[in-house]
């Protein structure tokens, strides 16, 4: 479990303005920046030191794109010279154009329980990889919320460290030894939301079917099927009950780091992510968020059910896991309504805290 201390700060954004009327009252903001320094410490980093946050910004002035393209990132560097970067660009381009990639770079500490919904807390063993990440997503809108496209995912893992006498240096775990994960596929989103950053209506859907194979470079053959239904429904401006239902399901023999990986700052909140991990995985959450209630301050409350499966039929709603919890918000871009958020989640026998910008989903 992480012991960690966080200081966070957020900078002010960054307008332009809109050329009409009284430019001094009607200043629209057309950029912005979120920045959160963290210092932490666990037994496998020593301290570190990093932060991370989001910039939007506007790239095409085009008044049919309603919205703003963005940029995640994080970075920590620890005292064992243990690194971890990430930078995830979301495009939003004229002509129904929307480009998504993410690129991650790691060699960082991470927890192995084993395969199964089953594994138990005194299974957990320590292992270091080191990997590359590249992901692309290429988005073209056919009709109102609906686009369609095409998607690229490479990983290329090395494993690093391992605990002697574990399961994963035994070998019998698919992808103990590292390789490289290479698919291509279909990918399809269904959008009304009002909002990218904080979502209070509309819906979101999407589906993606990928193929990895040898074919593609891949030294691991499997295909992966996945479904993310989200629905929000808004009572007032600042009252809304956000739901979501993920479904995975994968055929073929995924190495372990590409399985379903139960828990996160995502999704089942207060589990470490990959606490539970196979081949297919079910969760649902549902989020009542009142934000604001004074100023920029705001609240949330959140509760979810999920596991995971080595086959679909072997699912059992009444083994699923529960997660439930509490957030604070604070929004720092009042017309985006983009939000800095503090989760604290608990578990069947576990709890965690998330600090980081942008909401869980």
Request: overall charge neutral; glycine content about 12%; some cysteine.
């Amino acid at each position: 479990m992480l012991a960690a201390l966080f200081f966070a700060a957020c900078l002010s954004t960054i307008g332009s303005a809109s050329a009409s009327g009284d430019e001094a009252a009607k200043k629209e903001k057309t950029s912005g920046l979120a920045f959160l320094p963290v210092i932490f410490y666990t037994p496998e980093t020593k301290w570190a030191l990093g932060g991370g946050g989001i910039y939007y910004f506007r790239l095409t002035q085009d008044k049919s794109v309603s919205r703003p393209s963005n940029t995640s990132f994080f970075a920590a560097y620890t005292q064992r010279k243990q690194i971890n970067i990430e930078v995830n660009p979301d495009l939003y381009l004229k002509k129904g154009l929307h480009i998504q990639t993410k690129f991650q770079f790691s060699d960082f500490p991470d927890q192995f329980y084993g395969v199964g919904n089953d594994t138990t807390a005194d299974m957990e063993e320590p292992f270091t990889s080191r990997f590359g990440k590249v992901s692309i997503e290429a988005l073209k809108k056919v009709r109102g919320p609906l686009n369609v496209g095409f998607q690229y995912f490479f990983d290329e893992t090395k494993m690093k460290e391992v605990e002697e006498g574990g399961m994963l240096e035994s070998g019998s775990i698919t992808g103990s030894a590292g390789g490289t994960v290479s698919g291509f596929g279909y990918f399809m989103t269904y959008d009304s939301r009002d909002s990218i950053f904080y979502s209070s209506s509309g819906s979101f859907h999407q589906f993606s079917a990928m193929a990895f194979g040898k074919a593609l470079g891949s030294d691991f053959g499997f295909n992966r099927f996945y479904l993310d239904l989200r629905k929000y429904i808004r009572f007032s401006f600042s009252h809304c009950l956000a739901l979501q239902t993920r479904f995975l399901f994968q055929t073929g023999d995924p190495p372990f780091w590409r399985m379903g990986l139960l828990g996160g700052q995502e999704s089942m909140r207060g589990y470490y992510s990959g606490r539970y991990r196979d081949k297919n995985m079910i969760t649902l959450q549902a989020e009542y968020r009142w934000t604001p209630i004074f100023w920029r301050l705001g609240l949330v409350a959140f509760a979810g059910l999920g596991d995971v499966a080595a086959t679909p039929d072997s699912f059992d709603l009444g083994e699923f896991k529960y997660s439930y919890g509490l957030g604070l918000r604070f929004v720092f871009d009042p017309k985006q309504r983009l939000h800095i958020r503090l989760d604290f989640g608990f578990g069947e026998g576990t709890s965690g805290f998330y600090f980081t910008a942008g909401e869980a989903f």
